[in-house]
């Protein structure tokens, strides 16, 4: 229905979900070629590195569920952009200081510390706003909305990249 993606309540969550699927997949995307490329990694730690973030996905989801009962979907989702930001410093500041494939993989752990948060946050604010007959419908939007993001960001963020190659 058009009222999801007129409404500000409603369309909220999904801009934040094309924010979060080019956050998810452009560091899926492009730290693992940085640290096979820039950093001379094998191709086994270009890999390794992202682990940290899937896995600080799944263990910041399961804690958000409790703590958004306590402080509310929208306090608990700016700790988790708060997390993201962290996460995207540290990584900024890796490559400034030409760390380590240690220091990378502790950046993205950040990032997926926040993407817990703010994924299970758009979910439920989603659900929580809208009539029980548009319920479906919404929800599938959310993580709609992050591959969308993610297709459009790993894209454009590609551009970027292939325009700064020599």
Same mark, same amino acid.
């Given at each position: 229905?058009?009222?999801?993606?007129?409404?500000?309540?409603?369309?909220?969550?999904?801009?934040?979900?094309?924010?979060?699927?080019?956050?998810?997949?452009?560091?899926?995307?492009? @730290?693992?070629?940085?640290?096979?490329?820039?950093?001379?990694?094998?191709?086994?730690?270009? #890999?390794?590195? @992202?682990?940290?973030?899937?896995?600080?996905?799944?263990?910041?989801?399961?804690?958000?569920?409790?703590?958004?009962?306590?402080? #509310?979907?929208?306090?608990?989702?700016?700790?988790?952009?708060?997390?993201?930001?962290?996460?995207?410093?540290?990584?900024?500041?890796?490559?400034?200081?030409?760390?380590?494939?240690?220091?990378?993989?502790?950046?993205?752990?950040?990032?997926?510390?926040?993407?817990?948060?703010?994924?299970?946050?758009?979910?439920?604010?989603?659900?929580?706003? @809208?009539?029980?007959?548009?319920?479906?419908?919404?929800?599938?939007?959310?993580?709609?909305?992050?591959?969308?993001?993610?297709?459009?960001?790993?894209?454009?963020?590609?551009?970027?990249?292939?325009?700064?190659?020599?």
């Amino acid at each position: 229905p058009p009222e999801l993606l007129t409404r500000p309540e409603t369309a909220t969550p999904y801009v934040g979900g094309l924010l979060l699927g080019t956050t998810i997949y452009g560091v899926d995307t492009f @730290v693992p070629l940085f640290v096979q490329g820039a950093r001379g990694g094998t191709a086994g730690a270009a #890999g390794a590195v @992202v682990t940290p973030l899937v896995l600080g996905w799944a263990v910041s989801a399961a804690v958000a569920a409790r703590v958004i009962v306590r402080l #509310g979907f929208r306090r608990t989702a700016r700790a988790g952009a708060a997390l993201i930001l962290a996460g995207f410093g540290a990584l900024v500041a890796a490559v400034l200081l030409h760390a380590g494939i240690a220091w990378i993989s502790l950046a993205c752990g950040l990032v997926g510390l926040g993407l817990g948060p703010s994924s299970l946050s758009q979910v439920l604010v989603v659900q929580h706003l @809208v009539p029980e007959e548009q319920r479906g419908v919404a929800t599938s939007l959310v993580p709609f909305s992050r591959t969308v993001g993610g297709s459009i960001g790993v894209g454009a963020l590609g551009g970027i990249l292939a325009a700064g190659l020599d």
